[in-house]
């Protein structure tokens, strides 16, 4: 059974800085990609980094570009998002997702809240 666990979010001032996990279980990292996405309040569910399955190969949105970095440990099963400088306009709840033979798997989410 394919799951993905997200982790990590929480309260923080602008400026500082979380690092989110993803733990998945029932396939293997090595095969499939991996995306993090985030949905604001009011908002379209937006990527924001992904990681190809050989982890060559990352992106970002033109949002979090310098201030984000995906990575992952294979023998952890885990996928990571740091998120450095903080905006309040990173505030959102994140996401991550695997398509395994065409179909989305997500997470359920983990909120990321940036205020003073």
């Known amino acids: 059974q394919v799951q993905l666990v997200e982790s990590g979010g929480g309260l923080v001032q602008p400026g500082g800085s979380l690092r989110l996990s993803c733990e998945v279980s029932g396939f293997t990292l090595d095969y499939y990609a991996i995306g993090w996405f985030r949905q604001a309040p009011g908002k379209e569910r937006e990527a924001v980094s992904c990681?190809?399955?050989?982890?060559?190969?990352?992106r970002y949105g033109d949002s979090v570009k310098g201030r984000f970095t995906i990575s992952r440990d294979i023998a952890k099963n885990t996928v990571y998002l740091q998120m450095n400088s903080l905006k309040p306009e990173d505030t959102a709840v994140y996401y991550c997702?695997?398509?395994?033979?065409?179909?989305?798997?997500w997470g359920r989410g983990t909120q990321v809240t940036v205020s003073s």
């Open positions: 997702n695997a398509r395994i033979f065409r179909v989305d798997n």
């Open positions: 990681i190809s399955s050989d982890g060559s190969l990352t």
